[in-house]
C-alpha cells in the first residue's frame, strides 16, 4: 500500500480523527484489544532497524496478555526479511521500504504465492542537522547534491560546504560532515531511491549500523547532517523542512504534512509475513497482527514517535489476511 493509498482511505476517514492540533492521536474507531484462549508458542521477527523499537513495543504489549508466548526479535535491516520469510526462520518481516519485484519472486518461487505486506504505521525519513545549525530548508536536489557523487536530482554543483548553501559565520567555511546507514538498511534503499534520485553516495559518508547511531554522530558533530526516521529525533538535533523541488514550497516534518503527504520523503512502515491466500492463519499470528492494529499497538506506534495508521488502512490490513476487522 503506497502514501497515495493512504492519502484517501486517511481523507475517508477523516484527517481530524488521527491529527488534532498538532498532536497524533489514535484512530478512536480503532479496537480495543481483548485476549483470547488457545494462543501459545513462539514468534520470531527479522528486519528493519527503523521498526526495531516498535516491534519490541508490540511484542511487550502482547506479552502482557500472553506471557507464556516467547518473541525474538531481530532488527539488522530490512534486506534481511525476506530471506528469513522465504526460510521460515522468521514469521514476520517488518520493513521500512516495499519489497522489490526481485525478493517477491523469490519468494513466490518458493511458496507459490505473494508475501502479504500490512501497512502498521508511518514514517517520515528526516534530514537532520546539529540543534545549532540555522538552516531554514533545503529542497530535495539540494539533499542529492551534499549526498550524492551524482547529482541525478539536476542540482548545479557540488554541494560540500556549509557555506554553500548559505550559511555564514563559523559554518561558511566548514565541509558538511555526512552520517547514513549501510547497505542492508531500507532507510538506505528508500534514501537512495527518492532523496537522491537513484544515484550513488559519495563515499565521504559515515555508514552507521543503526537509526540511531545516524542521529547520535549528528548530534556530536555541529557541522555533521545525516538521515534517520522520525521517530528517533531527539532534542539535540533539527529536522529540516524539505522541498521536492528547487524553488518549491518547503514542508516541515510534521505529522499533519506526513498524513496528506506533502512531507516528500513520508512513508509506510511495513510487516511482511507468509500468508497463503484465502487460509486461516494460526491463532498466534493472528492475534499478534490483531493486536497491532488495535488501539493499544498503534498507541505503541505513537510512544515509538511514529504516525499511526487510520482504522479504514487498519480494516485493509485484516481483511488480506483473512481476519474479519469487527469494526
Known sequence: MNLNKIKILTMVSSLAAVVSYGQVQVDPNLP??????????SLKSIGSDTMNNMMTLWAEGFLAMYPNVQIEIEGKGSSTAPPALIAG????????????SKEIDEFEKVNGYKPTPLATSID????????????????????????????????????????????????AKAPISLYGRNAASG???????????KGDFKSSVKEQPGSSSVVQGVASDKFGIGYSGIGYKTADVNAVPLGAREGGKIISATPEN???????????????????PNSELDPLRREFIKYVFSKQGQEDVVKDGYFPVPAAVAREALKSVNIEPGF
Open 124 to 171: 517520515m525519513l528526516a534530514v537532520y542537522v546539529h540543534k545549532d545549525n540555522p538552516i531554514a530548508g533545503m529542497s530535495l536536489p539540494q539533499v542529492d547534491a551534499i549526498f550524492s557523487k551524482n547529482r541525478k536530482g539536476g542540482f548545479a554543483s557540488d554541494i560540500t560546504t556549509w557555506g554553500d548553501l548559505g550559511l555564514e559565520g563559523e559554518f
Open 32 to 41: 480495543d484489544y481483548k485476549p483470547t484462549q488457545g494462543v501459545s508458542g
Open 258 to 276: 506526513a498524513y496528506t503527504g506533502e512531507y516528500p520523503l513520508a512513508r509506510m512502515l511495513f510487516m511482511y509475513v507468509n500468508h497463503k
Open 89 to 100: 526462520t522468521s514469521q514476520f518481516g517488518p520493513m521500512s521500504r516495499e519489497m522489490k
Open 187 to 197: 532507510t538506505y534503499g528508500y534514501f537512495k531511491k527518492v532523496a537522491m534520485f
